[in-house]
């Protein structure tokens, strides 16, 4: 019988202090994972992370 413990819905977090990382290595794993074509940018306002307007405004997650 095939392994189940893998599969059904999962949730995960990445915790860490203001400005440490965490919107950058999401999109690291995305893109690492295949999930992402490419490596969006806390910059240039295009990270899956920061998807509401105002994060991308003030370029950290809201
Ligand atoms: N040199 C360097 N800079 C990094 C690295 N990871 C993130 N940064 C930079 O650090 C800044 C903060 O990164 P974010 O990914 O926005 O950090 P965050 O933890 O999501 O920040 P908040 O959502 O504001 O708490 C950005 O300017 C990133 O480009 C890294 O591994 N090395
Ligand atoms: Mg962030």
Do not use: H, W
Request: hydrophobic fraction near 30%; include cysteine.
């Amino acid at each position: 019988m095939a392994d189940q413990s893998a599969r059904g819905p999962r949730c995960a977090a990445l915790v860490g202090p203001y400005g440490s990382g965490k919107t950058t290595l999401l999109e690291a794993i995305l893109f690492a994972t295949g999930e992402t074509s490419s490596k969006g940018s806390v910059r240039e306002r295009n990270t899956v992370g920061d998807a509401s307007p105002v994060a991308r405004e003030r370029g950290m997650s809201t």
